[in-house]
Every structure is written in structure tokens, then in C-alpha cells.
């Protein structure tokens, strides 16, 4: 018997982790990871070699987490249709923009939508268990 958080574990399809080296970029895939591989994963986005992570889900959901550095990005997206939300950072409600890279391109991002290490890993493990976003946290 599976607890609240727990899925099946055929319910999960992959963690992709994306690997630059100048022009040429591959996907490191993860089949059935675990929270130390989802740990891995975020230790190694550094906005140069490694900007992107994805948890793929096999109902069409996924997360996924951009940046690094201590400075990440977090949303969560569906193949079935095109709603979005993204984690909200919720101290100081910081205002204006920031700047990321993600998938090799330095992208200009809401500043309440960059938030630190511990929330995206929070939010990465929440949703490797559940498929589901973290109702601790704060999506917009």
C-alpha cells in the first residue's frame, strides 16, 4: 500500500537533465530516479554546462527547473494543454526582473519567480512523489 505521496513507481517516466558543451547539447536521461538523483540533478545546474532539469511524468505533467547557482526557476507544465504555473518566491516579494540562463539562452524572468536551492528542491521531490505541484509552496 502506496502512502499519500507515493506513486506507482511505473507512474514516473524520467528526470532529463540537459549537457552543453559549446553548440552541441544532449539530454542526460534518468529512468526511475530518486530523490538523491533529483538532488544530483539540481547540484549540478550551473546556467554554462547544465541550465535545465525535467521531471517527466507519464500522465503528460511535467517540472521543470531552469538556472542554478543558488538561483533556480521552477514551473510545471501539461502536454494536454497550455497552463502553466510557476513557484513564486515569498520572502520580501522581491519586484522587477531577473536574468537566468535557461536551455543556453539568458532569459529575463519575473524576480518573484526566482527562488533559492531549498524551494526548488522542495518542490522537485514534492512532485517526483506526487506528480503534483507542492500546496506548501506559492504557484502562480
Not at 536521461?29 to 554554462?48: F, N, S
Not at 518573484?112 to 514534492?126: F, Y
Amino acid at each position: 500500500m502506496r502512502g499519500p505521496l507515493q506513486k506507482e513507481e511505473s507512474d514516473l517516466v524520467a528526470l532529463e537533465l540537459d549537457v552543453r558543451r559549446g553548440d552541441a547539447v544532449t539530454t542526460l536521461v534518468v529512468d526511475q530516479p530518486d530523490d538523491d538523483d533529483v538532488e544530483r540533478a539540481l547540484d549540478c545546474l550551473d546556467e554554462r554546462h547544465h541550465t535545465e532539469l525535467t521531471i517527466v511524468g507519464d500522465d503528460g505533467q511535467y517540472l521543470v527547473v531552469c538556472g542554478g547557482n543558488g538561483r533556480y526557476h521552477v514551473s510545471i507544465s501539461s502536454d494536454e494543454h497550455d497552463d502553466t504555473i510557476v513557484l513564486q518566491a515569498v520572502a520580501a516579494e522581491p519586484s522587477g526582473d531577473a536574468m537566468l540562463t535557461v536551455g543556453g539562452r539568458t532569459l529575463r524572468v519575473p524576480a518573484r519567480s526566482v527562488i533559492g536551492r531549498v524551494e526548488a528542491a522542495r518542490a522537485a521531490r514534492w512532485f517526483l512523489a506526487s506528480g503534483r505541484p507542492d500546496p506548501g509552496q506559492a504557484w502562480r
